[in-house]
């Protein structure tokens, strides 16, 4: 078994000008959302509180109020450094980065730079292995299997087979100026968190991470966007409640359509082009998801789309990642 192939050109650019021809309206969503700043600044704020009251506290509790706080805090982190990454928070492309730096600091683990250049990737090339980091590797997929035991595993330790990715896009460049300074905040806030607050503090902040990309309802986001549950449809939305604290991220159809459409406003371009958002498949809970796609032995990390087309143009190899 492997990954599903198309030999069709990722599904977004067409509907995109289908809707702008049924709904010219469309086009006054389009910008920006300064806002999202004083949402990072403030979700900042409330994980490094969180850090200093638990640095004394024994691990279950941090465990507990990572898993039932830290983990959403940090994946609206994470949206908020997806904002940043499409340049909807300011007009300047510098002061999206320093944001997205600000945002990464709870992270431990410096991703916002790198995300930037990855995901654009993503969203120009979706499907294509040697350019879209969204995609697990072959050897992923068969290392992970289709039990409930894998997958679960998975979704645990889904940051570390993330880290791996960026070894199959050569193409892609991964260290800038911007990657260094990513590096050097993140260094040094995790330096003076572990001098000043200590090691419990620290794994607050790491078990947050985890959780907010692993093995938790907010998890399934990962198998929400693209994995095939109702094939060939490769994009998916989620509309459920958890939307009100991940800032709209469910909506991942509209969002690949346009994606100069800042969180708050992806709603409104629903309601406006219902009967091109209405037909897709779409998902109300995450939890459900989650359950499905641990237990659900047809759904595997082989539930992909990937092409051979390169905006029309055929890739070598492209159907033989990491040399399958």
């Known amino acids: 078994m492997g990954f599903t192939v198309s030999s069709q050109p990722e599904p977004h650019k067409a509907r995109t000008q289908a809707i702008l021809l049924a709904h010219p309206a469309v086009r006054g969503l389009i910008g920006r959302n300064p806002w999202s700043a004083l949402v990072v600044v403030l979700t900042v704020a409330l994980q490094l509180l969180l850090a200093w009251r638990l640095r004394s506290a024994p691990w279950w509790m941090i465990a507990l109020t990572a898993y039932g706080i830290g983990a959403f805090a940090n994946h609206a982190l994470y949206v908020m450094i997806h904002e940043a990454t499409h340049n909807l928070i300011f007009a300047a492309r510098a002061a999206n980065q320093l944001t997205a730096l600000v945002a990464d600091i709870p992270n431990v683990v410096p991703a916002a730079i790198s995300f930037r250049s990855y995901h654009l990737r993503h969203h120009a090339f979706q499907g294509v292995p040697e350019l879209d980091a969204d995609l697990p590797h072959a050897w992923e997929a068969r290392l992970i299997g289709h039990g409930a035991l894998g997958k679960s595993l998975w979704l645990l330790f889904f940051p570390i087979f993330q880290v791996t990715r960026p070894t199959r896009l050569r193409e892609i460049r991964f260290l800038t100026p911007w990657t260094l300074a990513n590096w050097a905040v993140l260094v040094i806030s995790n ?13 607050y902040l790491l078990l947050s991470l985890f959780f907010s990309v692993g093995l938790h309802p907010l998890g399934a986001r990962w198998i929400q966007e693209h994995y095939l549950t109702a094939s060939p449809q490769e994009t998916y939305s989620y509309y459920g409640p958890a939307n009100l604290v991940a800032f709209n991220v469910g909506y991942h159809n509209e969002h690949h359509d346009f994606p100069s459409i800042p969180w708050n406003r992806l709603p409104q371009l629903t309601a406006l082009a219902p009967e091109f958002y209405r037909p897709l498949a ?3 809970s995450w939890t459900g998801l989650l359950l499905r796609w641990i237990f659900d032995r047809e759904l595997s990390l082989f539930s992909r789309m990937i092409r051979q087309q390169r905006n029309g143009r055929t890739v070598a190899g492209a159907l033989h990642a990491d040399g399958d």
Do not use: F, H, K
Request: no cysteine; hydrophobic share 55%.
């Open 191 to 203: 330096g003076a968190i572990l001098w000043w607050w200590g090691p419990a503090a620290l794994g």
């Open 282 to 284: 779409s998902y109300r």
